[in-house]
T-cell receptor, first 116, second 117 residues
């Protein structure tokens, strides 16, 4: 069965510093996709970044990058130059086959607070 | 801009009074999803539609039903809301590429926050 683990319930970072949010996953299938979403207090889940299991390079999207370590089954999100607006919940998710379906599995999330 | 729209943003209902939440999309995506999210928890999938094919998660209570009359709209019906159904309800869509399902990104609406009195 697929599983996503986010071990950090809460993280604090100073504005303009970089922060890493941890995500480990478990699947036995070689083909899978990993996603990160941001959820501000307003509630909307905002797609940030995607990494495919066969992608050779780490994904990057602006200030977001994904530190993909396949052998360790980790897909950590790195936010560079944190901004106050980055304060939110962050969810890691995975799509991998399960019973013929590719329904996404979400982690429990990490709450990030950016201090001025 | 193409988007996922949910109405209303806030819904208050009484215990046992049926309520319907709506979702519409202008992305022309094949797949639509309904999630329930309680405070400080991960979203929990209730149902999804691949086009008109309805897929119910095994642990979704019978109290929850869904309709997708066309590609653009999807509704969540809660027949007899209980206090435990108070939550944020998130609608999402994805393209539904049969070729690379693992890369099929979900796009979410702003959510409807349901309060049950």
């Amino acid at each position: 069965a697929q599983k996503i683990t986010q071990t950090q319930p809460g993280m604090f970072v100073q504005e303009k510093e970089a922060v890493t949010l941890d995500c480990t996953y478990d699947t036995s299938d070689p083909s899978y996709g990993l996603f990160w979403y941001k959820q501000p207090s307003s509630g909307e889940m905002i797609f940030l970044i995607y990494q495919g299991s066969y992608d050779q390079q780490n994904a990057t999207e602006g200030r977001y990058s994904l530190n993909f370590q396949k052998a360790r089954k980790s897909a950590n999100l790195v936010i560079s130059a944190s901004q106050l607006g980055d304060s939110a919940m962050y969810f890691c998710a995975m799509r991998a086959p399960s019973g013929g379906s590719y329904i996404p599995t979400f982690g429990r999330g990490t709450s990030l607070i950016v201090h001025p | 801009d193409a988007m996922v729209i949910q109405n209303p943003r806030y819904q208050v209902t009484q215990f046992g009074k049926p309520v319907t939440l709506s979702c519409s999309q202008t992305l022309n995506h094949n797949v639509m999803y309904w999630y329930q999210q309680k405070s400080s928890q991960a979203p929990k999938l209730l149902f999804h539609y691949y086009d008109k094919d309805f897929n119910n998660e095994a642990d979704t209570p019978d109290n929850f039903q869904s309709r997708r009359p066309n590609t653009s709209f999807c509704f969540l019906d809660i027949r007899s809301p209980g206090l435990g159904d108070a939550a944020m309800y998130l609608c999402a869509t994805s393209r539904g590429n049969s070729g690379r399902i693992s890369a099929d990104t979900q796009y979410f609406g702003p959510g409807t926050r349901l309060t049950v009195l």
